[in-house]
């Protein structure tokens, strides 16, 4: 299928596109990217952020002295590359790529195709994708115990998810459920390393992933 960009540059203007719950998003995803570099024992890696969005989270991977290449379906943003997945750029590997909010601009088979695709590319991939439903956030502190957090969800699997005009799917909508999400990540070569939901922003379901063709 061939894709369209879907927003103009300004729907990623800062005081309209940023909130605090983002802000919460590109913590991790910065935080994931060091906890990459810390595995392979480098203190700067290659990264390849696909969807470049507002560039904070490429400006603060380069700040750290990363050396970023982005890719972007929208010229406009001045990537380095034009591409839209599946399509990837060919003749190198990149020790992490970024690819957070992306997946779901585009159909799910797709997506199952990208993410083959990065196996062979990237040691590692920093993905979310967002997770439809209704979600409650907690957090219990009492005085000389520790602070517990957590999650509930209440996922909308009896639900089918309409192209809305950016999002082709969600994890949490039927047909697409956590685990069978899972088994694509490893059907595609990799393994999970771990996955997460955001305390203060539940709606981003993290994943860190190591692809099995570079890992021991």
Known sequence: M???KQVDESHYEFNRYVDEQRWHSYYYQIRMVSDVARKLGKKKITILEI???NGIITAILKHLGHKV??????RKLRPDIVKVLPNVPKGRT????????????IKYKDSAISLKRLSIIAKFVVLSIPQKGIHFSYAIKASLLPQLRGIISLPFYHLPHAFDGQHYWELGTSGISERKFRDLLLHSRFNVLFD?????N?????????SKRYGK
């Open 51 to 53: 969807g470049i969005g």
């Open 202 to 210: 539940p709606y981003h379901h993290f994943y860190l992933l190591q």
């Open 69 to 74: 290449i982005t890719m972007d379906i929208d």
């Open 94 to 105: 990149y020790d992490c790529v970024v690819c957070c909010e992306v997946l779901e601009h």
């Open 196 to 200: 997460m939901r955001l305390q203060a």
């Open 2 to 4: 061939k894709y369209k």
